[in-house]
């Protein structure tokens, strides 16, 4: 412990000699300060509130060539911010030194741009000429470090220290991305209630709030039943909410002109087509828009009525359609693809691959059909066409030989009808006259048709039940006598005498 | 003098409201037109087209379908259907000219940039139309765009791309001016008229001046 005494005590001795020799003061320190400054030549401490102080004093050793003090500094100051601490040394000769002080080794120092070397054991010791060209910037980098960058205010003298003190932080790394602050549209539309899309995807009704969006610009639409969609672009900003309050515009309804038709039928209860499109059984009116427009009556048993009527504005126009009773009827044959089909002994054809055909043009009345197919036993029967009808009837075709086939039960049918002697048809098939009992009927709804001069058509259905015979009486409705068209001929008298009374006056006047 | 500028300034209105008015109605076709070979469109043809895909029977029956709708008008001379993704790019999805021409025309997934990306925003709500004549790498067109909505059911009628056709901005330029010639050719003309009048007439009276001096015969 004495012997360290000692040597302190003859160092302060020889540098005192030192100084005093060389004319010079020393100012110690390491004045920290969030802030660039040169010591002023007396030794001074400065100490910033945001300075943390290390609990332990700790030694610098100062290399001042060509004198070598060991100085014990007061507890180490350290900042956050780059320091700059510089200690000056009286002016003297023609060399002087700037040493950099930095907290990590390997660094490299730039003095103005140009790098002078790396740091070791914490500073850099750079000779440089006091009149040459001065130094004005100090820089001090390291790979994945923030580069420390300052002034030098000044050079130094002859034998001068002028102390740079940089502190290299680490880069920081990002760990976490800052999140973007999203916006929102809010939308209300006059009248609510209208579907609400954004960049046409469809988002709800208004009024409504669309949350967690982009800072950007979006297509907005606005749509209502009746109304005309409005369409805009809105633009969301970081953390507001932008208004969208589109106002909807009825649409406008197209101002055609229109008229009336009344539409009356004879007989009654024709159905009526309007360019194709029914419209009801007559008599109704129908209003339409101005322009021709296409009528199309239709009745059973009547041929179809067609005109041409153009519609006036305004007006309402009256057609009347007497229909004439049709001829022709239409009959679909049901039986097996390749039967050939013969009406009242002329051959029709072949029933074709999807197993129906169609007869069109077929006279009204009683026809006689045979189905024949080679190995199977003809199918004969009588079928009543009627006028502008689709008549459709099933010819099955019985193989020749013993059926295979499971016998299906069977039910029929006992019919009375009054008056008695009425043609019978049983699935549009002649059947004979009642009174009657039709036997081997499939299980199942069938329509009957009783035919009888001077009586109107008897048409109905009934329930076939298997093993049973299901009776029917059909009370038969005398059809109506015309009626004497005796208005027309009293009409025609009443003119004629109108017309000679007229002539029989004039003659009186003349005389 | 004041007759001519009123007569200059007529014309030039005249014609600045006709060329405007024309443009107008060219958009506004080219938006119908678009908006209807839009619905002729089902989402289901252009579902899952990736990079590759094109020239694949998928691909080319859309392009086939493009084709004959845009071959109704000769003047339309690209029909290209896009994609807006939620990042706000614009990908192509299919474009009809690129069988034929696959180093001039667009494949699928390639981003696109125009300076008709607001048009195509919008167009996601509702036709559109270029404001004026734009260039692209593709070439100067006028572009309408028109929504595709998707067809998956109980769909409230969302869009799922967008279909754009292209007139070359030349026929437009065309069409928009032409009209307006013989409107400054009238203007031109009865300019003329006018300064003939004027000189005519001005003539014709200083003359009848000369003649009621005194001391002419």
Redesign the interface.
């Known amino acids: 412990m004495h012997k360290q005494y000692l040597i302190v005590l003859l160092m302060l001795a020889l540098c005192t000699l030192g100084i005093a020799g060389a004319g010079a003061s020393q100012i110690i320190g390491n004045v920290t300060a969030p802030e660039t400054f040169v010591t002023p030549p007396a030794t001074t401490t400065t100490a910033i509130p945001v300075t943390v102080v290390t609990p332990m004093p700790t030694t610098v050793q100062t290399t001042i060539p060509p004198t070598t003090q060991i100085v014990t500094t007061p507890p180490t100051v350290v900042t956050t911010e780059p320091t700059i601490t510089i200690v000056t040394i009286a002016p003297g000769g023609g060399k002087g030194w700037i040493d950099v002080h930095c907290n990590v080794d390997g660094a490299i120092v730039y003095f103005d741009g140009v790098p002078q070397g790396t740091i070791s054991g914490g500073i850099l010791s750079v000779p440089v000429a006091v009149a040459g060209t001065p130094v004005s910037q100090v820089a001090v980098s390291m790979a994945g470090y923030t580069n420390w960058q300052g002034p030098l205010p000044r050079m130094p003298a002859e034998n001068e220290h002028v102390a740079v003190y940089a502190t290299l932080n680490p880069v920081p790394t990002q760990t976490t991305v800052p999140p973007v602050q999203s916006g929102a549209i809010y939308a209300s539309s006059t009248p609510a209630g209208a579907?609400i899309?954004l960049?046409?995807?469809?988002q709800g009704y208004s009024p409504l709030t669309i949350p967690n969006l982009a800072p950007?610009?979006?297509?907005?639409?606005a749509?209502l039943n009746g109304y005309t969609?409005d369409?805009q672009?809105v633009t969301v900003y970081a953390g507001s909410t932008a208004p969208y309050y589109p106002v909807l515009q009825q649409s406008p309804t197209p101002s055609r002109p229109t008229g009336s038709v009344s539409v009356t039928s004879q007989p009654g209860a024709a159905l009526v087509y309007v360019d194709g499109n029914y419209q009801g059984k007559a008599p109704l009116t129908v209003t339409l828009y101005t322009g021709s427009h296409n009528f199309r009556l239709s009745l059973s048993g009547y041929s179809d009525y067609s005109q041409t009527v153009y519609v006036n504005t305004n007006t309402n126009q009256q057609l009347n359609a007497i229909m004439t009773p049709a001829v022709y009827g239409t009959v679909a044959v049901t039986s097996m693809p390749g039967a050939t089909v013969a009406m009242d002994n002329a051959a029709q054809g072949t029933i074709p691959a999807g197993g129906t055909m169609t007869l069109y043009n077929v006279a009204n009345g009683n026809r006689l059909f045979k189905i024949s197919a080679a190995g199977y036993n003809d199918w004969l029967n009588s079928v009543y066409v009627k006028p502008n009808t689709l008549t459709s009837f099933t010819a099955t075709l019985v193989p020749i030989g013993p059926n295979p086939t499971q016998v299906l039960p069977t039910g029929g049918i006992t019919i009375a009808s009054a008056p008695v002697g009425a043609e019978l048809y049983i699935d549009n098939l002649f059947h004979g006259y009642t009174p009657a009992t039709i036997t081997n009927l499939t299980p199942g709804q069938h329509t009957i048709l009783l035919k009888y001069t001077g009586y109107v058509d008897y048409s109905g259905t009934a329930t076939v039940n298997p093993g049973q015979t299901t009776p029917l009486s059909i009370a038969m409705t005398p059809a109506p006598t015309p009626t004497p068209k005796s208005a027309l001929s009293a009409i025609v008298a009443l003119g004629a005498v109108a017309i000679i009374a007229g002539l029989f006056v004039s003659t009186r006047r003349r005389r | 003098m004041l007759v001519i500028i009123i007569i200059a300034a007529l014309t030039a209105y005249s014609y600045s409201s006709t060329k405007d008015k024309m443009a107008q109605n060219l958009e506004l076709g080219l938006e119908s037109t678009a908006g209807v070979m839009a619905t002729q469109i089902n989402a289901s043809e252009i579902e899952g087209l990736k990079p590759g895909d094109e020239l694949n029977p998928q691909y080319m029956a859309v392009v086939n379908k493009l084709r004959t709708m845009r071959s109704m008008n000769d003047h339309i001379v690209n029909a290209y259907i896009m994609h807006?993704n939620p990042d706000?790019t614009i990908t192509f999805i299919v474009d009809d000219l690129y069988p034929d021409d696959p180093q001039g025309s667009a494949k699928i997934g390639e981003v696109y940039t125009t300076p008709d990306r607001?048009e195509i925003?919008?167009?996601?709500?509702?036709p559109s139309a270029s404001k004026q004549p734009y260039t692209d790498k593709y070439g100067s067109f006028v572009s309408a765009y028109a929504?595709i909505d998707d067809s998956a059911a109980g769909?409230?009628?969302?869009?799922?791309a967008v279909l754009g056709i292209d007139v070359s901005a030349k026929d437009f330029t065309t069409y928009t001016h032409g009209e307006g010639y013989p409107i400054i050719a009238t203007g031109i003309v009865s300019m003329i008229l006018a300064a003939g009048a004027i000189l005519y007439f001005g003539m014709k009276l200083r003359k009848a001046e000369e003649e009621c001096r005194p001391g002419t015969k």
């Open positions: 579907a899309y960049n046409g995807n469809f950007s610009s979006f297509s907005m639409k749509v969609p369409v672009t | 807006v706000q607001a925003f919008a167009a996601l709500s509702g929504p769909s409230n009628g969302n869009t799922t």
